[in-house]
Structure formats: structure tokens, C-alpha cells
């Protein structure tokens, strides 16, 4: 009996381990198929995204909807308005190639016995033709002009040609060409015989003036310059008022227009009102410290009128303050394909926030939009009237989190460079 039960117990063992070793067998044959089926089967599934990754797919959907919302407005002045005054520091190089040529043709002037007979024969031609005693006196320069006064008295551009020949090495650049333009110490191109004037304007007073066609003159507009002493980085409002004079005589009308100007004469920001408004602002932060000059001019060739002009510190508490530019190299939109940027900034619940946005050089309308992590519009705003600048003005934030500004342009074809501010 015992061996009997010894045998079943080793077939029940063999058993066994024969089951054992063919599963054994089947499952190093099995895994492998199973794995190639894996990839297959694995796209059926997807893997579930962080709030990180899940917000730009969401800010880029609200981005997609915005043309829908907002449709472009086009800027209604179109005519771009050049500054009036020269950079300061180009004019000396401008002024060394001019005057090689006054010298060029005085020394055609300078020897009128050698070469140069078409110039000097009319003019040498007369007292030949007199008598001799005009040779005696050609080595001084100011008789030669009155000898020819007295003998004709009709012709006076003579004597002017013989003044500006005869001081050759002195004062030849000034009276250049004989169109009446002329040259400040500050490099300014003057449109006519007249310099500007510039005036002082502090932090305190309004100053007030008339726009008088007497006045400077650039493109056929009057200006009239004011200066103030800033600061670096110092953050400056200036506001021009037109006047809405409507008076049948001595009418003082005018829609006035502006640049600020660094102290080499660069254009730091230009300004004007709309088509309804006559007031313009502007909020610069200056780059360096030294002289700077606002222009103030009409918007319309050959307008004048009176206006006010006044300049503050801006005490706003910036929480973002940079410069940006739409152009070929940004992200566009897929239904117009206008350019934009995007500025993420963290907020909390119930915060009230403004941005705003300039044109620096009027090229475009800016249209901004601001929208939360899950791209949802909290506010929007679009400069309607054709205007150069455009705020969002004390939006409310719902909630702790990303907040995202979208700077685009109103019309698609329009882009340029542009400043963002966030208080």
C-alpha cells in the first residue's frame, strides 16, 4: 500500500511540472506577440494632459476667436507726418559732402582771368568794355558789388552772386543754395529763411499759443518747439488740447499734432487726435537724460489755430512696461493672418488692471485682448475711431492664476512697433 502510494504522489509531481513547464513554454512564446500589440492598441487611449500643458492649447483657441469678435478697423489718417527737425548727429557728416561743393564751383568763380569765362565773362565783360579802373580794385571783394550797383541798378542778384563768390573760404555753406534754406547750431533744416524758437515748459504751468502761418515752417505746416529737462527713465503725460473754435471770423479751430523728441532730435513718440477729438496724450518713459523738445503742429497742411500744451509727471505703478513690434517673423492669425504677440502675467481674484497700448509711429490701430488660462476673453478693447492707441481700462481679474495679453492689429496689412504697459 505504501509503494502504491508512493507512485501516485510521483505521477501527481510529473504531472506537475509538466503542466508547469508547458505554460512556462507558452508564455515566453505569447509576451512578445502581446507586446507588438501594445502600440496598437495604446492609441485608442490618451494620457492625461497637466493644467501646464492644457493652458496654451486653451489661450490658443480664445486667440483663434478674436477676428471673429473684433472686425479691423482702418486708421483713418494715412498721410504720415515727418518730424520737422534733423537728428542731430548725421547733419555734421551731411554738412562735410555739401561743402564740397560750394568749393567745387568757387574755385570756377575765384580765377575769372584763367578758365572759368561762362561764369565770371558776363559779369567781367562790363567794366572791359568801360574802362580799367574795376581791375584796380577786383583783389578787394566788397567794391567789386558796389561798382556794379551804381552802372546797373536793375540788376541786384549781381551783387549778391559777387558777395557769396568773393568770401569763398569764410561763410560759402551758409548761403548755400539760393532757395532761402539755412542751418541752426542744432541742425535744424529750416523750410524757409526763418530758425525755430524754442521755449521753456515745466511740470506745473499749461502753456498756451496760436499757430500762425509766420511762424517755423516744415511740409507746410507751422510749428511751434518746447523744451523741458528730463531724466532717465523718468515716466512723462503730455497732453495737447485743439481748439473747437467755430467763430465765422478769427476762427482759432484746429486738430493739432505733436512729437516728443529726444536730445539728439530722434522720435520718441507723435500723437494726434482723432477725427471727433481734438486732444491728444502721450505717456513716454525718456531713455536718457538731457534736453527734450516737443513740436507742435496742425494735422492738415497750412492749418492754424490755438491750442494748450501741458506736460506731468505720470505716477502710474507699472506692472509691465516694455516695447514690442508686429511683423513677418510673428505668430498670425489662421483666419486673416494678422500678426500678434502674447504677455502672460500673474494675477489675483478681484484685482483691477489696465493696459494699454501705442503705436510709436503711427503705423497701425492696436487691438488687445485679454484672456484667462482657459482662454476665455475677460476684456477686450479696439480703437475704433482710427486712432493710434488704444486701454483696457480697470478690467476686474475672476480669479488667482495666468493671465494672457494679446497685442494684435485692428487692420491685418498694418503692423509697426509699439509700447505695452500694464497698471
Request: proline share 10%.
Amino acid at each position: 500500500m505504501a509503494g502504491q502510494n508512493n507512485q501516485k504522489y510521483r505521477k501527481r509531481m510529473n504531472l506537475t511540472l509538466l503542466i508547469f513547464a508547458s505554460s512556462v513554454a507558452i508564455a515566453s512564446h505569447i509576451l512578445p506577440i502581446s507586446a507588438l500589440e501594445l502600440p496598437t492598441l495604446s492609441r485608442q487611449f490618451q494620457l492625461a494632459k497637466t493644467p501646464d500643458e492644457r493652458q496654451p492649447e486653451a489661450v490658443q483657441q480664445g486667440i483663434e476667436q478674436i477676428p471673429a469678435a473684433e472686425p479691423p478697423v482702418t486708421p483713418q489718417r494715412t498721410q504720415s507726418i515727418d518730424s520737422p527737425l534733423q537728428v542731430s548727429v548725421p547733419p555734421p557728416e551731411s554738412n562735410s559732402t555739401l561743402q564740397p561743393a560750394p568749393t567745387n564751383s568757387t574755385p570756377e568763380a575765384s580765377p575769372p582771368e584763367s578758365n572759368p569765362t561762362p561764369q565770371t565773362a558776363p559779369v567781367r565783360s562790363n567794366p572791359r568794355e568801360t574802362n580799367s579802373p574795376p581791375r584796380n580794385s577786383n583783389p578787394t571783394p566788397q567794391p567789386a558789388p558796389v561798382r556794379s550797383n551804381p552802372r546797373e541798378t536793375n540788376s541786384t542778384p549781381q551783387p549778391s552772386q559777387n558777395r557769396s563768390v568773393s568770401p569763398t573760404p569764410g561763410r560759402r555753406q551758409t548761403p548755400n543754395t539760393n532757395s532761402g534754406r539755412s542751418r541752426n547750431s542744432r541742425g535744424v533744416a529750416a523750410a524757409n529763411s526763418r530758425t525755430p524758437n524754442y521755449r521753456n515748459i515745466n511740470f506745473v504751468d499749461i502753456a498756451f499759443g496760436i499757430l500762425d502761418k509766420r511762424d517755423f515752417q516744415s511740409q507746410g505746416r507751422p510749428y511751434h518747439f518746447y523744451q523741458f529737462e528730463g531724466r532717465e527713465n523718468q515716466l512723462v503725460q503730455i497732453r495737447l488740447l485743439g481748439s473747437a473754435d467755430q467763430r465765422r471770423s478769427n476762427n482759432l479751430s484746429l486738430r493739432p499734432y505733436m512729437f516728443l523728441l529726444d536730445p539728439n532730435n530722434n522720435v520718441i513718440l507723435k500723437r494726434g487726435g482723432g477725427e471727433t477729438e481734438r486732444d491728444a496724450f502721450i505717456f513716454a518713459r525718456l531713455p536718457v537724460a538731457g534736453t527734450y523738445t516737443i513740436a507742435v503742429t496742425s494735422q492738415n497742411p497750412g492749418d492754424t489755430g490755438r491750442y494748450s500744451l501741458a506736460i506731468r509727471d505720470d505716477r502710474a505703478s507699472y506692472i509691465l512696461d516694455e516695447t514690442g513690434e508686429l511683423s513677418q517673423q510673428n505668430l498670425v492669425l489662421k483666419q486673416n493672418g494678422t500678426p500678434y504677440n502674447v504677455k502672460e502675467f500673474q494675477g489675483k481674484k478681484n484685482q483691477l488692471v489696465s493696459i494699454r497700448v501705442d503705436s510709436v509711429n503711427e503705423e497701425f490701430s492696436p487691438y488687445i485682448v485679454l484672456l484667462n488660462s482657459q482662454g476665455q476673453k475677460i476684456a477686450a478693447n479696439s480703437d475704433r475711431d482710427g486712432k493710434y492707441s488704444t486701454l483696457i481700462d480697470r478690467a476686474r481679474l475672476p480669479e488667482d492664476g495666468t493671465y494672457y495679453i494679446v497685442v494684435t492689429s485692428s487692420n491685418p496689412s498694418q503692423r509697426g512697433n509699439y509700447r505695452l504697459t500694464l497698471f
